[in-house]
């Protein structure tokens, strides 16, 4: 991997942006779930929001491997800064990939500044991993569509100025994936009740906190047939057009593992140099080097599997099986090294006081988001068995 002079200096301003002023700022922000203005703004200003927006709508037009670097080091300071920006930018790049011109002429010279924020919409309380089951459908009434049905754990569900959303165009298709539409929606930012969408309260976690979760209720919303991405030749092709911007959501997802599990490790390594244990630091005793030695190398196993799908699908190659599996290690890897984080730390890892227990909190949701580990191996094994299979 090779980065051009511009691409260390973008990085250095975002490490030193975690520096000096997310690592301050996470703990009484993220105890307090509170919505991070001020690191957003900062975010706009360098920005971040135009990361995978081409140069000639006034992004910085980098690559996904960029985005994929910058992901790790904004995770290494508060994950969900990470989250803020991940609907956002597979939203930039499925309109800059898929949408009409009038479509990217609209849109992306304000994604590019984070004037106008994204949400990314496909799960349903009853769909999640099962995608094709979703029921939010959209009926053509002339030149409009008129959508029902309610969305879940909508990242900048609340805030955003617009959604990326797949509704069913056609209930009866066979197969399923072939009626589903993706859609660019417009809305009014923070704003709970509007004619046809109402934004309930804020999703309670575990941890990722800060960044909102929300449910999306749609009831006869009308969306003008410009709206669908791509126009309307791209009616019914909305699951494709999603699967190719969630494997973005997987670089992203690999990229927060590689960054939370940094900053276990490099907590874990400060704290096991001044502790002290029978008259020595803990860090002299091999049990404690065991354990930061396979910290260490999991997570260099897991950047070099990060940086190889971010390439893969950078490239505009197939990415399934690369994508899958960077997700698949990062995410594990990532729950392995905050417990040892922890373990390391003992009972000073369970309090508020050390940021361990943040990290420790926020690492189940990778397992989980942009498809469950589960679904991944699935996905890996399909793909292994396309590749290799005899007669």
Request: hydrophobic share 40%; glycine share 10%.
């Amino acid at each position: 991997m090779e980065l051009s002079t511009e691409e260390r200096e973008i990085l250095a301003v975002v490490r030193k942006f975690v520096e000096n002023d997310v690592k301050p700022a996470a703990p009484d922000l993220e105890h307090a779930d509170e919505f991070p203005e001020d690191l957003v703004k900062t975010m706009r200003e360098i920005g971040l929001f135009g990361v995978l927006v081409p140069e000639e709508y006034g992004g910085l037009g980098l690559g996904i491997l960029m985005y994929a670097l910058i992901q790790v080091e904004l995770s290494r300071g508060w994950m969900s800064l990470s989250g803020i920006l991940n609907t956002h930018c597979i939203a930039s790049w499925m309109i800059n990939r898929f949408g009409t011109a009038g479509q990217r002429d609209r849109y992306l010279p304000k994604m590019s500044t984070g004037e106008f924020r994204f949400a990314y919409s496909m799960t349903e309380p009853s769909a999640g991993s099962d995608v094709q089951a979703i029921r939010t459908h959209a009926e053509r009434e002339n030149r409009e569509f008129v959508i029902t049905g309610q969305k879940m754990w909508s990242t900048n569900g609340l805030r955003s100025s617009g959604i990326l959303l797949l509704a069913k165009t056609d209930m009866d298709a066979v197969p399923r994936h072939r009626g589903m539409t993706a859609f660019v929606i417009e809305k009014e930012p923070g704003v709970s009740h509007q004619p046809g969408l109402t934004v309930p309260p804020q999703l309670r976690k575990l941890g990722y906190k800060g960044v909102e979760t929300t449910e999306l209720v749609f009831e006869d919303f009308r969306t003008p047939v410009d709206s669908v991405l791509g126009g309307e030749s791209e009616i019914g092709q909305g699951f494709k057009q999603f699967m190719a911007g969630i494997e973005v959501g997987r670089v992203n997802v690999a990229a927060r593992g590689v960054g939370l599990a940094q900053a276990a490790f490099e907590a874990a390594i400060s704290y096991a140099q001044h502790r002290e244990a029978f008259g020595v630091p803990i860090a002299e005793h091999q049990a404690i080097q065991m354990k930061l030695a396979g910290m260490a190398t999991k997570i260099e196993a897991a950047r070099l599997l990060l940086i190889q799908a971010a390439e893969r699908k950078e490239d505009g190659e197939r990415a399934d099986l690369e994508t899958g599996m960077a997700k698949l290690f990062a995410t594990e890897m990532a729950q392995e090294v905050a417990l040892e984080a922890m373990r390391i730390h003992g009972g000073y890892g369970y309090s508020q006081e050390y940021p361990v227990e943040r990290i420790y909190r926020d690492a189940p949701l990778l397992v989980i988001g942009e498809g469950t580990n589960e679904i991944q191996h699935l996905i890996i094994a399909r793909r292994l068995l396309e590749m290799y299979r005899e007669g």
